[in-house]
């Protein structure tokens, strides 16, 4: 859109080349068919707001006056007559709300119950399994039984006597065999075999 | 003083009940598109142009039987949608203001429009003209777009002419400031 000799003359005087040579041209949008229902649009508006008005100005002509009858001397009489009301009438029945604490002393109950059956199984069958094995409670005897002893009655075995074939004379050989020996260097030093065969009579 | 002839004619028909809305469809149809523009340039966006031109129009309606005629009807119609427009930028600030964006509301209105292109001039003389402050842009506008002389511009902005002069000139050299830095 061209400018006016007026606003081309103020432009030049400024020295706005930019604004002079710049076309008037509208670069925003806008709906189609937009200024043909405006007219509509604001009508509509218009009688909204009036309703809105009517509304408004009829309730005020309402105001708060209250359209309920009381009986006469109502609330003069109403704290005594709720008081013998109460006096009345017994006292309503309290029901407690937490029943869940007489259902918990139950489930402890079972609880213990299942515990001491358990506990009681547990010792019988203790008391039934009874002995460890043999083995075990010969070398505990042969513990109090003096090295020197021992050692005696090894030398004094008979010469054929395997002790291979016999782990548990063969184990003693080596433990009284070695004065003041520790026992952990000593079961390094026997071959593993001879461990495993010795082990296999316990288990 | 209403101005035209067609100004004077609607608002005695305006007066009489049974032409009434005769009369002020007659006046939207009339200015409608004046004011969207000015409106437009101001806010940016179509909705907003839209909200605040039918809160311009519902003041008319309210306010025109009353209207003194003692300035141009369409003097009076600019200075409505003027302050309309600006009240509604005021209340757009103050809620941008709570959020963290810190562009200013127009620019980031006008870098949304569907068309926005920053290469092309129209745009660029666009975000030139948003960086003045409100009244200045309205100054420039009236002056640059509407061709408004200063004379009826100092009846709808109630500022003297010589004021008006002074800010549009100014406004001139910061956007000529702006395209030529950017």
Same mark, same amino acid.
């Given at each position: 859109m061209k400018l006016s000799k007026e606003i081309e003359e103020e432009l030049r005087e400024l020295e706005a080349w930019t604004l002079l040579k *710049? @076309? &008037? &041209? !509208?670069?925003f949008s806008i709906p189609e068919g937009y200024f043909d229902q405006l007219s509509h649009a604001i009508f509509a508006k218009l009688r909204a707001d009036e309703t809105a008005e009517d509304a408004h100005s009829l309730l005020k002509s309402i105001g #708060? #006056?209250?359209?309920f009858e009381v009986p006469a001397g109502y609330f003069e009489n109403l704290a005594e007559q709720v008081a013998q009301n109460a006096t009345r009438h017994a006292p309503a029945k309290v029901i407690p709300l937490h029943t869940a604490s007489k259902n918990r002393f139950r489930t402890y109950m079972a609880a213990a119950g299942v515990a001491a059956i358990l506990g009681i199984g547990a010792l019988l069958f203790w008391q039934a399994g009874g002995s460890a094995p043999v083995g075990v409670q010969d070398m505990v005897s042969l513990e109090n039984v003096p090295d020197e002893t021992l050692s005696g009655y090894l030398s004094d075995m =008979?010469? *054929?006597? =395997?002790l291979n074939d016999n782990p548990d004379l063969l184990f003693l050989s080596y433990s009284s065999g *070695? @004065? !003041?020996?520790n026992l952990e260097t000593l079961l390094h030093e026997i071959p593993e075999e001879d461990l495993i065969g010795f082990t296999s009579d316990f288990l | 003083m209403a101005g035209s002839s067609d100004d004077i004619a609607l608002l005695q028909a305006f007066r009489h009940p049974d032409t009434r809305e005769k009369a002020f469809t007659a006046i939207i149809k009339k200015y409608q598109e004046k004011l969207y523009w000015h409106i437009r340039r101001l806010v940016i966006q179509h909705e907003d142009a839209n909200d605040v031109l039918q809160n311009v129009f519902i003041k008319v309606w309210k306010g025109l039987e009353n209207f003194r005629e003692d300035s141009q009807l369409y003097t009076w119609l600019y200075r409505i949608a003027t302050n309309e427009s600006l009240t509604y930028i005021e209340q757009q600030k103050r809620k941008s203001a709570i959020s963290l964006d810190n562009e200013d509301t127009t620019v980031h209105k006008l870098k949304a429009e #569907? =068309?926005? =292109? !920053? #290469?092309k001039a129209e745009w660029k003389l666009q975000l030139a003209i948003q960086q003045l402050p409100d009244k200045q842009r309205v100054v420039f506008n009236l002056r640059y777009f509407e061709e408004m002389p200063y004379e009826e511009m100092s009846k709808v902005l109630e500022t003297s002419e010589g004021a008006l002069k002074a800010s549009f000139h100014h406004a001139v050299k910061k956007i000529e400031e702006f395209i030529l830095n950017n």
């Open positions: *710049a @076309e &008037r &041209r !509208g670069c #708060k #006056k209250n359209p =008979d010469d *054929a006597t =395997d *070695a @004065e !003041g020996s | #569907k =068309d926005f =292109d !920053g #290469k």
